[in-house]
C-alpha cells in the first residue's frame, strides 16, 4: 500500500518551473507521464511505478502560486552522488539553498541530503538514506 497518490505544487511560471523540475527529477530516474501546457500542468512518476506522480500546475482558482510555511517536499534518491548532481542542477536552474549536501546523523546514521527553494520558493528536499 503506498501512502501517497500524488504531490501537487503550485507555479507561478510554468515554463520555468517545467525546465527546473525537468532537470532536477531527471538523476532521480523520474519520467515525464504527461505535459498539457495548455492546461498547464505536467507530472512524473518513476519508470517501474504509476505512483505516486509528482505534479506541477498553475493554482486552480488562478490566484498567485505561493509556499506554504513549514510544508517541504522531498524525494529520494538512491546515491549520495544523485543528491550532489540535483542540488547542483537545481542552483544552476534558479534555485536557492536551503542546506548544502551533507551528512544528517542526527535524522540517523547514513542520512545524506541537501534543501533548497525553487524559484517559486517552494522548500524541496532530496536524500539517500543509504550507507555510502
Same mark, same amino acid.
Given at each position: 500500500?503506498?501512502?501517497?497518490?500524488?504531490?501537487?505544487?503550485? #507555479?507561478?511560471?510554468?515554463?520555468? +518551473?517545467?525546465?527546473?523540475?525537468? $532537470?532536477? !527529477? +531527471?538523476? !532521480?530516474?523520474?519520467?515525464?507521464?504527461? =505535459?498539457? &501546457?495548455?492546461?498547464?500542468?505536467?507530472?512524473?512518476?518513476?519508470?517501474? $511505478?504509476?505512483?505516486?506522480?509528482?505534479?506541477?500546475?498553475?493554482?486552480?482558482?488562478?490566484?498567485? +502560486?505561493?509556499?506554504?510555511?513549514?510544508?517541504?517536499?522531498?524525494?529520494? @534518491?538512491?546515491?549520495?552522488?544523485?543528491? %550532489?548532481?540535483?542540488?547542483? !542542477?537545481?542552483? $544552476?536552474?534558479? @534555485?536557492?539553498?536551503?542546506?548544502?549536501?551533507?551528512?544528517?546523523?542526527?535524522?540517523?546514521? %547514513?542520512?545524506?541530503?541537501?534543501?533548497?527553494? %525553487?524559484? %517559486?520558493?517552494?522548500? !524541496?528536499? #532530496? =536524500? =539517500? &538514506?543509504? +550507507?555510502?
Amino acid at each position: 500500500m503506498r501512502m501517497y497518490s500524488h504531490i501537487t505544487l503550485g #507555479v507561478n511560471d510554468f515554463e520555468r +518551473a517545467f525546465s527546473f523540475y525537468s $532537470a532536477i !527529477l +531527471a538523476p !532521480l530516474n523520474l519520467t515525464l507521464r504527461f =505535459c498539457e &501546457r495548455d492546461v498547464p500542468w505536467a507530472g512524473w512518476q518513476q519508470r517501474e $511505478a504509476p505512483l505516486p506522480e509528482f505534479i506541477i500546475t498553475l493554482p486552480f482558482d488562478s490566484q498567485p +502560486a505561493s509556499a506554504g510555511n513549514g510544508q517541504m517536499t522531498a524525494f529520494l @534518491a538512491q546515491t549520495r552522488e544523485q543528491v %550532489d548532481e540535483v542540488y547542483r !542542477l537545481a542552483l $544552476a536552474m534558479g @534555485a536557492r539553498s536551503e542546506g548544502e549536501p551533507g551528512l544528517r546523523p542526527h535524522y540517523h546514521p %547514513d542520512y545524506y541530503g541537501a534543501y533548497f527553494r %525553487d524559484p %517559486d520558493g517552494n522548500k !524541496l528536499h #532530496v =536524500c =539517500c &538514506r543509504k +550507507a555510502e
